[in-house]
T-cell receptor, first 114, second 114 residues
Framework: SQQGEEDPQALSIQEGENATMNCSYK?????LQWYRQNSGRGLVHLILIRSNEREKHSGRLRVTLDTSKKSSSLLITASRAADTASYFC????WGGGATNKLIFGTGTLLAVQP | KAGVTQTPRYLIKTRGQQVTLSCSPI?????VSWYQQTPGQGLQFLFE???????NKGNFPGRFSGRQFSNSRSEMNVSTLELGDSALYLCASSLDTGVGSPLHFGNGTRLTVT
């Protein structure tokens, strides 16, 4: 089952523009993670933001988390053609032991045109 | 450090056969998780192993099984293959069990069932 729903499903922008992707989820979480996947390859971890954090930065990436709205956003600034990939949010919930889960969203396909 | 290695990269099998996929985690990582990725269902969690013990399991039939060895290497097995098992199978390792640490993914095994 999917916990996170990402919006938009697909996004096409020009190099140099900013890209914003949103993730909404349904249940309380302990942390939220963003991953990137290039076509047909494995996922690469980008950022982990804990439930008590509101914003986090890593290079050209900025992630926000609003637990009251159960939503997160990923902003990529000054995009490059190499940023073309699918981006997934993943919500982490744990209650101990076998209930630990990392559930991935549906993904946003980002295309950056040179 | 070498990344997560999955073998084989591609596999073609016939309905009714069984298949074994292999995953070597990053050195020092004791947790290995498996995911199935399909266009229709997205990324679905299969199971997680930590120190040779299955710690968590997703909602897949018993035909899907796995194990972890003392060196943290993991295998997953799918018996009595069905057409719907065609997917990209991703293995991910992390330092600790649970979902507090980022996952490091391999490039996957592309399984095609004919």
């Amino acid at each position: 089952s999917q916990q996170g729903e990402e919006d938009p499903q697909a996004l096409s922008i020009q190099e140099g523009e900013n890209a914003t992707m949103n993730c909404s989820y349904k249940t309380s979480i302990n942390n939220l993670q963003w991953y990137r996947q290039n076509s047909g390859r494995g996922l690469v971890h980008l950022i982990l933001i804990r439930s008590n954090e509101r914003e986090k930065h890593s290079g050209r990436l900025r992630v926000t988390l609003d637990t009251s709205k159960k939503s997160s956003s990923l902003l990529i600034t000054a995009s490059r053609a190499a940023d073309t990939a699918s981006y997934f949010c993943a919500t982490a919930t744990w209650g101990g032991g076998a209930t630990n889960k990392l559930i991935f969203g549906t993904g946003t396909l980002l295309a950056v045109q040179p | 450090k070498a990344g997560v290695t999955q073998t084989p990269r591609y596999l073609i099998k016939t309905r009714g056969q069984q298949v074994t996929l292999s995953c070597s985690p990053i050195s020092g990582h004791r947790s290995v998780s498996w995911y199935q990725q399909t266009p229709g269902q997205g990324l679905q969690f299969l199971f997680e192993y930590f120190s040779e013990t299955q710690r968590n399991k997703g909602n897949f039939p018993g035909r899907f099984s796995g194990r972890q060895f003392s060196n943290s290497r993991s295998e997953m097995n799918v018996s009595t293959l069905e057409l719907g098992d065609s997917a990209l199978y991703l293995c991910a390792s992390s330092l600790d069990t649970g979902v507090g640490s980022p996952l490091h993914f391999g490039n996957g095994t592309r399984l095609t069932v004919t």
